[in-house]
């Protein structure tokens, strides 16, 4: 991994395996960068994947993914126009690059300076009324001609509003399955008219089918990529909703649009103003409240935070009563790490190494704000 003022920049057998590792069973964004800061690199924390889902009480071996099939993804997102940019290279998203769980590699095909730009997420209701519709198509319009690219999930709806609105000053669909597996299927033409100007991004493999599950995954990336999100319908217990909260944990900007009390779709952007969401009727009220964050600092382009590129560390291996008793104090309920260390009287590195044995064998899960809970 070279170091350039433009960032690091990975050699094309570090990408590689890069893909390998974040490809592999229960290897997400946060273990991978535990993974990769221990071992010193992905090449090492791929070898060291059997032993530690053997100490972490795995039934069954760890599912690696191998070069060949890592290979014959890079291949098939070639053919696709698609390329892998990985966290803290030159043309990596910075607002992206701030949050936790920012995914080691994201596979963008189209404009990438668009990604550059200073961004504004735009999401709501796919059942959509009209005036829902043609204020979401305005807003988008007016932050396009100020210099604000608009980021939205390709849905049906407000978010394929968004999109069409600002094809020509850019925008950016983030989608929950590969590149090749656009959702809904209708919106293939949407996208291909977005790729001129603006750009599609995804963190899953070529060929994923999107599932439920994927959606709530790819709203962080909506809002991790944005200054501020805007969300201009939404029910009660809309997807929008999930943005939004993500945009607050990620210390975004929240924005509602109001709507009337006895429209459904209006019910939850109501709510989110009553939460204290700024209130938004036209794209000033927007601007306002961005224009100071655009003039601070910018996040500098150097190594990614949270991932270094030394040669390793001493490999660190609890003893089996250390494990069993930082695995005891472990249950449903999240917990932070530092207490792990407090309350188990064990050094921060042999938790962490535990922690890694667990989330391999698929015993734990992670957390936002460094919290833990057993899977």
């Not at 609105?165 to 919106?187: F, K, M, N, Q």
């Amino acid at each position: 991994m070279s170091r350039s003022q433009n960032g690091v920049q990975l050699t094309d057998e570090q990408r590689l395996d890069w893909l390998r590792l974040i490809r592999s069973q229960n290897v997400g964004p946060r273990t991978f960068r535990a993974l990769v800061n221990h071992f010193g690199g992905a090449r090492g924390a791929l070898a060291a994947l059997p032993t530690l889902a053997r100490r972490g009480g795995a039934d069954a071996a760890t599912q690696i993914c191998t070069q060949a099939e890592a290979e014959r993804e890079l291949g098939a997102a070639k053919k696709l126009g698609v390329s892998f940019v990985a966290l803290g290279e030159r043309g990596y998203p910075p607002r992206l690059q701030m949050i936790d769980d920012a995914p080691p590699l994201l596979a963008v095909r189209g404009q990438t300076r668009v990604l550059g730009l200073p961004m504004v997420a735009i999401v709501g209701s796919r059942n959509a009324s009209g005036a829902g519709l043609k204020f979401t198509q305005r807003i988008a319009r007016e932050l396009g001609d100020v210099g604000f690219a608009t980021v939205s999930g390709l849905a049906r709806g407000i978010d394929a509003a968004a999109h069409s609105a600002s094809l020509d000053t850019g925008t950016v669909a983030v989608l929950a399955g590969g590149h090749d597996r656009i959702y809904p299927p209708e919106h293939a033409g949407l996208l291909d008219a977005i790729l001129p100007a603006g750009a599609a991004l995804s963190e899953m493999p070529v060929g994923w089918e999107p599932r439920g599950r994927d959606f709530p995954r790819r709203n962080r990336l909506i809002s991790g990529l944005s200054l501020g999100v805007l969300i201009v319908e939404a029910a009660k217990r809309s997807g929008s909703l999930i943005t939004a909260r993500f945009a607050a944990e990620q210390g975004r900007e929240v924005f509602a649009v109001p709507g009337s009390p006895l429209d459904p779709r209006a019910e939850g952007t109501n709510g989110l103003i009553k939460q204290g969401a700024t209130p938004v009727t036209e794209a000033s009220d927007v601007v306002t409240v961005l224009q100071p964050i655009m003039t601070e600092k910018k996040v500098p382009a150097e190594e990614p935070e949270g991932i270094t590129s030394g040669s390793g560390r001493d490999e660190v291996e609890p003893a089996p009563d250390e494990r069993a008793r930082i695995t005891a104090l472990l249950g449903p309920a999240p917990v932070q790490i530092d207490d792990l260390v407090r309350l188990s009287h064990s050094s921060p590195a042999v938790v962490r190494m535990v922690l890694l044995e667990l989330e391999i064998a698929g015993r734990l899960e992670r957390h936002g704000g460094g919290l833990v809970s057993l899977a």
